[in-house]
């Protein structure tokens, strides 16, 4: 029984929807193009667009057109709402529009100020007797009637459309004119003409009128009869059979009264199934509105929650702890809640670390927020980072590579430089602390064959993932965000790269594997470096690495990478600040410039042979 109540109340709503729509969709159409009787080369139609709840008003589209054979300028004005205006036509085109109105199923509007004189592209049109103007037209038959002025004044005014107004009633569907009070006219047969189409216009009103409340009257019967009410459907039928206009209406609405009658025996039921879905109707609308209700609120908490955070880092900010007070905000401006002011703020925030990096990027967030300081502030940081970036790039030299130099002897003095190559190859693990300006940082574990990365986000939470591989199997498990603590696993086609990994191998060891060819001698920082070029031969790679190696202390220091499927992706990274420990030279400090030309400094921390075990690999 439950599942055939339940089955039943779905019919019933799809029911209520498919005739909603459909009467909708009646409405909606475009209504026939109606002559305007007194200036009959402009045409006029309505279309009822959707009804506003917000304003509690209808929306309708409305066109004029043209068949005149000149150009026509003409002020016309929406009956009861602001759709007023004043507009030219070309011949043969259309101008369209839309307005509020208070009902639905008539338009009404009226014509004045017709003017077909356009000598310099502007209509031209005058109700005095100035020459060079036109008079505003009288009524026509299809072609202009207006005169040209001659500029004596003693010439009687053909007319006086300043006041002059001609008025048109108009349906959305099957559209018809009602013109009101007699027009004034210089020519007695058009006045009669006027009369003639008038009354014409007044017999079709007066039918479209009874055929609109039959369509209403009906639809009522059918509204009733769609919410269980048959008796009332039954009478609402009843009363459209006497207002039908033909005998197709009235066979329409008998029809349709045999049918509910019919059904009378099932009355009660049918009630009381209504009144079931009417209460879950009712149940489901409350839910809707209390959730609605819980997200303003946690919406206003969550605004509130970031307007007090705001304060505190302006407080931090004026206590000179500009990082905590980046570190504080940076959730919100990453996820779009913050305005052109704050992004600004941000920026400089940033500038007065020195991180022309970030404050770039936040100025420029900044400026495009519509906030016109960030966008000065950009142009100022953009500058500086164009020369800040000029001063580290390196430069090709004309300077010809001695023959003694080769691939081998480049790499043999960078290995011995660091420490020998026997010393590198007996580090058996490495722990690789990195913090970038913003305070982010990751940790890196690398032991034979293992493999473990902690990325930190610097914020509220300690880290946001970890990536693991222990010799065998590999997983990420992300620890901040809507995936907390899950875990997915790791491709396998990553496994052998991981397990013949060596503590020391990036930028280090595996440079003895790759397929390297000497370049130019280039100058980095005021030296010469030798260069080695790594162009891999698997088509997969999409990378080429040049390796800069400076020529007095055979150190690495930098390299440059080139996607050559996407050109204009260029990353540099240098290294500096080179560090003794336990015997090894390793950089402490690493220089990275994006594609845009912001740039990155991190810190390094470098720990080797530590007391690893299996814990710090799960």
């Excluded at 709503?13 to 209504?31: D, H, P, R, Y």
């Excluded at 210089?186 to 055929?211: D, G, L, M």
Aim: glycine share 6%.
């Amino acid at each position: 029984m439950l599942i055939k109540y339940i089955a039943m109340k779905k019919k019933i709503l799809l029911l209520i929807l498919f005739c909603s729509s459909f009467a909708f969709g009646q409405k909606t159409t475009w209504g026939a193009w109606e002559q305007n009787p007194c200036y009959k080369g402009i045409w006029f139609r309505v279309k009822l667009r959707s009804y506003n709840s917000a304003a509690k008003q209808y929306e309708y589209d409305h066109e004029f057109k043209s068949t005149y054979n000149v150009t026509v300028t003409f002020t016309y004005d929406i009956k009861d709402s602001a759709g007023d205006g004043r507009t030219t036509i070309k011949p043969g085109q259309t101008s369209s529009s839309w307005n509020f109105l208070p009902y639905n199923g008539r338009v009404n509007y009226s014509l004045n100020k017709v003017c077909f004189h356009h000598p310099n592209g502007f209509d031209q049109c005058s109700e005095y007797n100035s020459k060079g103007y036109a008079s505003f037209a009288e009524c026509d038959n299809g072609t202009p009637n207006y005169k040209i002025w001659d500029g004596n004044k003693n010439s009687n005014s053909p007319n006086n459309n300043n006041s002059k107004n001609d008025s048109n009633t108009t349906n959305p569907k099957n559209s018809s004119n009602d013109n009101g009070s007699g027009l004034p006219t210089a020519q007695q047969n058009q006045q009669s003409e006027i009369h003639r189409q008038q009354e014409q216009n007044r017999i079709i009103q007066e039918s479209n009128n009874r055929r609109q409340q039959y369509v209403n009257v009906y639809n009522e019967g059918v509204d009733l009869g769609n919410s269980g009410k048959h008796a009332e459907a039954a009478a609402k039928y009843q009363e459209a059979i006497g207002l039908a206009t033909n005998e197709q209406e009235r066979q329409q609405a008998q029809n349709a009264y045999d049918r509910i009658s019919k059904t009378g025996r099932q009355t009660e039921a049918i009630n009381q199934l209504g009144q079931l879905a009417g209460d879950l109707i009712t149940q489901l609308q409350a839910d809707a509105e209390k959730r609605k209700e819980k997200k303003k609120l946690e919406a206003q908490e969550k605004i509130n929650k970031r307007e007090e955070t705001w304060d505190k880092a302006i407080e931090l900010a004026n206590q000179n702890d500009i990082p905590n007070a980046i570190i504080m905000m940076l959730p919100y401006a990453y996820g779009n809640e913050l305005n052109g002011m704050q992004l600004n703020a941000i920026g400089s925030w940033y500038f007065r670390i020195n991180n022309t990096y970030d404050t770039v990027y936040w100025f420029d967030k900044s400026c495009k927020q519509g906030f016109m300081d960030g966008c000065e502030n950009y142009k100022t940081a953009r500058n500086i980072l164009v020369i800040e970036k000029e001063m580290i790039l390196p430069t090709e030299t004309d300077k010809p590579v001695e023959s003694s130099v080769t691939k081998e002897s480049i790499l043999d003095n960078y290995f011995n430089a660091l420490g020998g190559l026997d010393r590198l190859k007996t580090v058996q693990n490495i722990i690789i602390k990195e913090t970038d300006d913003r305070e982010y940082w990751k940790e890196i574990k690398i032991a034979y064959g293992k493999y473990s990365e902690k990325k930190y986000a610097g914020l509220t939470d300690p880290f946001y993932f970890k990536r693991v591989f222990n010799g065998k199997k590999g997983y990420i498990q992300y620890m901040y965000g809507k995936n907390a603590g899950k875990k997915d696993m790791i491709d396998k086609k990553y496994y052998d790269s991981w397990k013949k990994n060596e503590p020391l191998r990036n930028d280090i060891l595996e440079l003895r594997e790759k397929i390297l060819e000497v370049g130019k001698i280039e100058e980095l920082k005021n030296e010469e470096c030798y260069t080695l070029i790594y162009k891999p031969n698997d088509s997969e790679e999409d990378k080429i690495v040049t390796y800069y190696f400076n020529s007095k202390n055979s150190l690495l220091s930098g390299k440059k990478t080139v996607y050559p499927s996407k050109p204009n992706e260029i990353k540099y990274t240098f290294y500096e600040d080179y560090k003794n420990i336990n015997d090894i030279l390793l950089p402490h400090t690493k220089k990275v410039i994006e594609t845009d030309g912001r740039f990155r400094t991190n810190k390094i921390e470098i720990k080797l042979d530590q007391s690893l075990t299996e814990i710090d690999f799960e």
